[in-house]
């Protein structure tokens, strides 16, 4: 079992580009959350989803974020258009319907 | 509002020291905690939860709800628990939401 898988694993890219962040949750499992980590912040939550369906996207700093989950087995987080204070460690985690959440390697994105 | 406080960014002991690690939260609702952990080049990865009051790598955690804790122990710190921590709160919306603190890292020197 490879677990959450995200891609890719690194991202550079120019300021005002659009990036996009890409997670597969582990089979079987219902619930998947997007996280961002930095030293200031922690890890925060963006949203996460159940069932495919957005259930809270609070934690989405700002509209050009979104995030999508078009089927059980994948789901995407875009920002367009980038700039440096979005540069983070991008967490993707799925949950069964239990209290743990599994996460996936982190997606390192850089902003200049 | 539901928080989860970490006063530690970095915490550093020698190995052998004893080690805790302070969360505290603030929720109005009945806590359940989580302590997470993800160690150099790993996924961050679940280490306990107060529910289970269970000890995992030699690591403890109780819940005081009178002083709004749950705080990691460890009588005798090894070099291989050197990782960043995170002190975890569930929030009962129905769903697995979790809200972290904001980490400390543990370094354990020889």
């Known amino acids: 079992d490879a677990g959450v898988i995200q891609s890719p694993r690194h991202e550079v890219t120019e300021m005002g580009q659009e990036v996009t962040l890409r997670c597969k949750p582990i089979?079987?499992?219902?619930?998947l959350f997007w996280y961002r980590q930095t030293m200031m912040r922690g890890l925060e939550l963006l949203i996460y989803f159940n069932n495919n369906v957005p259930i809270d996207d609070s934690g989405m700093p700002e509209d050009r974020f979104s995030a999508k989950m078009p089927n059980a087995s994948f789901s995407t987080l875009k920002i367009q258009p980038s700039e440096p204070r979005d540069s983070a460690v991008y967490f993707c985690a799925s949950s069964p319907e239990t209290y743990e959440q599994y996460f996936g390697p982190g997606t390192r994105l850089t902003v200049t | 509002a539901q928080r989860v406080t970490q006063p530690e960014k970095l915490l550093s002991v020698f190995k052998g020291a004893p080690v805790e690690l302070k969360c505290n939260y603030s929720y109005s609702g009945s806590p359940e905690l989580f302590w997470y952990v993800q160690y150099s080049r790993q996924r961050l990865q679940l280490l306990l939860r107060h529910i289970s009051r269970e000890s995992i790598k030699g690591f403890t955690a109780d819940l005081n709800k009178g002083e709004t804790s749950f705080h990691l122990k460890k009588p005798f710190a090894q070099e291989e628990d050197s990782a960043m921590y995170y002190c975890?709160?569930?929030?009962?919306?129905?769903?697995?939401?979790?809200?972290f603190g904001t980490g400390t890292r543990l370094l354990v020197s020889p």
């Open positions: 089979s079987g499992h219902n619930s």
């Open positions: 975890a709160l569930r929030v009962n919306t129905g769903f697995q939401k979790l809200v």
